[in-house]
């Protein structure tokens, strides 16, 4: 049978291992409490659906989503989402998780990523 450290692997590498093995666990608990907290201020109401964000945001824009993150900033939850223009433009909308609003974009050539009124 094939052991999967030697025998002779120096203590301290062991004590370092065996304290990466057993935190992973607590790194996904966090992670899964944190996504439990965001589906509870969704379903509150407090968070907008990352749906709702994006139909909005097609509606007024033409694009490709490429990223989304969802950020804190002072204590506002904000969804940073990146799209690919037709153009092949990228432009990075900033909305407030809460209303939906967008409050910043960033990029080239926005005006022809608009949607007919």
Known sequence: MRRPFPLN???PVMRVLLCIACSLPLVSLAGDEERRGLREQIESGKLLPLTQIIETLRRDYRGE???VELEDEDSVRLYEIELLGPDGQIVEFVLD???GEIIGMEGSKIDQMRRDP
Do not use: Q, W
């Open 65 to 67: 989503v490429l990223e």
């Open 97 to 99: 998780a809460a209303t």
């Open 9 to 11: 692997t120096p203590k």
